[in-house]
C-alpha cells in the first residue's frame, strides 16, 4: 500500500504549501497530493477552496484573482509547474485533483494535460506516477479524451452510487474512508471491476488498519509518517 501525503504533511504545517510537501518527503510519503484551480490570468495553482477566506483570511475568489494577487495575499501559495518540478526531483508521484464547479469548465484539465504531456519525458525519467483525480465524472472523461495515457482517479463523495462510478473511464476509484467503514465489501466490488483502490482522507489508526486488511492500493492521509508507522506495527504483528 502506496501512502500519499494529503495536500503535504498538513497535519503538520500549513496545506499544500511547500514546508509541508517537503516535510512529507522526509516523513517517508511515496507521493503527494494536491488540488488544482486556475487564476484568473489562467495559471495552475494548488488550491482548495474556492476563496482564500479559510486559509488567508481573504474573501478574494481564486478564479476572480490574477496570481499576482493571489501571491500578495498568501505569499506561500504554489503553481502546478513548481510542484511538478519538486515531485520530479525528489522522485514521488503526484495526485493532482482538479477542482469543480469551477467558471473555466473543462479549461483546467486541458491545462493539466498540456503540461503533463510536456513534462513526459521527466516525468518518465524519474520513475513517479502522476495521476489526475477529480469528483466531477466530464472532467475525468475530459481528461481521457484528451490523452489516454495519463492514469485517473474518479474520486466518490459518500452519497455517491456505486453503480455510476463504474461508468468512469478511471482505472482507480477514490471513496472517502466513511464509505469503507460503513460498507467494507465496497473494496471487493471495486477490486472485482479491475480498478485500482485509492482511500481519503485516513488519518486514525483504526482506519489505517481497515485499509490494510482490505488491500487499499493508495492510503491518503494528512500524517504521513504516523500512517507509516502504524503499517510497520501491523507488519511486526503478523
Not at 18 to 42: I, N, P, T, W, Y
Not at 71 to 78: A, F, M, N
Not at 136 to 165: C, G, V
Not at 202 to 216: A, F, K, S, T, W
Amino acid at each position: 500500500m502506496k501512502i500519499y501525503a494529503h495536500r503535504g504533511a498538513s497535519h503538520d504545517y500549513p496545506e499544500m504549501t511547500m514546508a509541508a510537501f517537503e516535510a512529507a518527503v522526509k516523513q517517508g510519503a511515496d507521493g503527494l497530493e494536491c488540488d488544482l484551480r486556475l487564476s484568473k490570468d489562467g495559471v495552475a495553482v494548488l488550491w482548495h477552496d474556492a476563496d482564500l477566506a479559510r486559509i488567508a483570511n481573504n474573501k478574494a475568489l481564486v478564479s476572480g484573482s490574477t496570481f499576482a494577487q493571489l501571491k500578495e495575499i498568501y505569499p506561500q501559495i504554489l503553481t502546478l509547474d513548481e510542484i511538478l518540478d519538486f515531485a520530479i526531483l525528489q522522485k514521488v508521484s503526484l495526485f493532482l485533483e482538479t477542482k469543480h464547479p469551477v467558471p473555466t469548465r473543462t479549461a483546467i484539465e486541458d491545462q493539466l494535460v498540456e503540461k503533463i504531456s510536456k513534462e513526459s519525458k521527466r516525468i518518465k525519467k524519474s520513475d513517479i506516477e502522476v495521476t489526475a483525480m477529480s469528483f466531477s465524472w466530464l472532467a475525468i472523461e475530459r481528461i481521457k479524451s484528451l490523452d489516454k495515457s495519463i492514469a485517473t482517479t474518479y474520486l466518490l463523495h459518500n452519497h455517491f452510487p456505486l453503480f455510476s462510478a463504474l461508468h468512469s473511464s478511471a482505472k482507480s476509484l477514490g471513496p472517502e474512508i466513511i464509505q469503507l467503514r460503513k460498507n467494507p465489501e465496497l473494496s471487493a466490488r471495486i477490486k472485482a471491476s479491475g480498478r485500482k483502490l485509492s482511500v481519503w482522507t485516513v488519518n486514525d489508526p483504526p482506519d489505517i488498519e481497515l485499509c490494510h486488511r482490505l488491500d487499499v492500493d493508495n492510503l491518503i492521509t494528512d500524517r504521513p509518517a504516523f500512517a507509516r508507522e502504524i503499517l510497520r506495527g501491523i507488519q511486526r504483528d503478523i
